[in-house]
């Protein structure tokens, strides 16, 4: 599977976004998906991720109840949602995928990415 990571701009502290995470070359629904970030001297980091019935969501503790994770298998599309935006979260945020996994925060388990996308939070 191919992705496509966009929706990423600049943005004013409190202010969101919503990145997107096209999918191609095979049914999106088989996977499950994630989003990690990178900031700049950093490793990058788990965000957020569903697995791939979405009966499931996974959050790190940074972006637990301001972020939601979500996928739209009709549009073979996958979305964060990031709202209460805060500098910390400037970073190039990137959507990941597995075929199958049971560590979904390990960026070590998947398969696929996309090629980022640079999220700035600055007033």
């Known amino acids: 599977v191919q992705l496509q990571a966009s929706g990423g701009g600049l943005v004013q502290p409190g202010g969101s976004l919503r990145l997107s995470c096209a999918a191609s070359g095979s049914p999106f629904v088989y996977y499950s998906i994630a989003w990690f970030r990178q900031a700049p001297g950093k490793e990058r980091e788990f965000v957020a991720a569903?697995?791939?019935?979405?009966?499931?969501?996974y959050y790190a503790d940074s972006v637990q109840g301001r972020f939601t994770i979500s996928r739209d298998v009709t549009k073979n599309t996958g979305y964060l949602q990031m709202n209460s935006l805060k500098p910390e979260d400037t970073a190039v945020y990137y959507c990941?995928?597995?075929?199958?996994?049971?560590?979904?925060?390990?960026?070590?388990?998947?398969?696929?990415w996309g090629q980022g996308t640079q999220v700035t939070v600055s007033s």
């Open positions: 990941a995928a597995v075929e199958v996994t049971t560590s979904f925060t390990n960026k070590d388990e998947y398969d696929f």
């Open positions: 569903t697995t791939w019935g979405g009966g499931m969501t």
